[in-house]
T-cell receptor
């Protein structure tokens, strides 16, 4: 079973618009992480938010975490065509394993 | 640093053949793991290791073996390949366990087809 589940499955926007992806998880966590995957490549870590944090920023990325609702969101502001990729959330399930969701495919059109 | 290196990039096997997917990291990471990625399924954990000499099963371990004789290497063995093992395999490593706020570094994957 998936610890993290992203929503929506696919998102299509124009350059300059903001993109928001959501993630829900099932059990208590120590942290939640977001990764990006370009076509045919490995995943790249974007940002990690700890369970005692509510919001975190990194460049054009903003991540929020609501532990009461077991949910997180990733906001990409002023999207660029180069942001086209799949985005995955991942949450630790237990101490030693990280479980990924199925991902959101983001398409940013020029 | 090369990071996480996976070989081969592509492999075609016949049903019943065995092979080893190689994974090496040069970051002195204690934690290493193998995932498989299938369309619509996301990434699923096969096996992981928290240090040399220690391995454990993930969500989908059947049909796969691992060993960790050194910190650097974490090979994944397919004992008798089946078409259901057609997938993209990713190796990932990090300096500590995921619950310790330690992000994963991924290799570029091995695309395996079993006919």
């Amino acid at each position: 079973s998936q610890q993290g589940e992203e929503d929506p499955q696919a998102l299509s926007i124009q350059e300059g618009e903001n993109a928001t992806m959501n993630c829900s998880y099932k059990t208590s966590i120590n942290n939640l992480q977001w990764y990006r995957q370009n076509s045919g490549r490995g995943l790249v870590h974007l940002i990690l938010i700890r369970s005692n944090e509510r919001e975190k920023h990194s460049g054009r990325l903003r991540v929020t975490l609501d532990t009461s609702k077991k949910s997180s969101s990733l906001l990409i502001t002023a999207s660029r065509a180069a942001d086209t990729a799949s985005y995955f959330c991942a949450a630790n399930s237990g101490y030693s394993t990280l479980t990924f969701g199925k991902g959101t495919m983001l398409l940013v059109s020029p | 640093n090369a990071g996480v290196t996976q070989t081969p990039k592509f492999q075609v096997l016949k049903t019943g053949q065995s092979m080893t997917l190689q994974c090496a990291q040069d970051m002195n990471h204690e934690y290493m793991s193998w995932y498989r990625q299938d369309p619509g399924m996301g990434l699923r954990l096969i096996h992981y290791s928290v240090g040399a000499g220690i391995t454990d099963q993930g969500e989908v371990p059947n049909g796969y073996n691992v060993s960790r004789s050194t910190t650097e290497d974490f090979p994944l063995r397919l004992l008798s390949a089946a078409p259901s093992q057609t997938s993209v395999y990713f190796c990932a490593s990090t300096f500590d366990r995921p619950a310790r706020n330690s992000p994963l570094h991924f290799g570029n994957g091995t695309r395996l087809t079993v006919t």
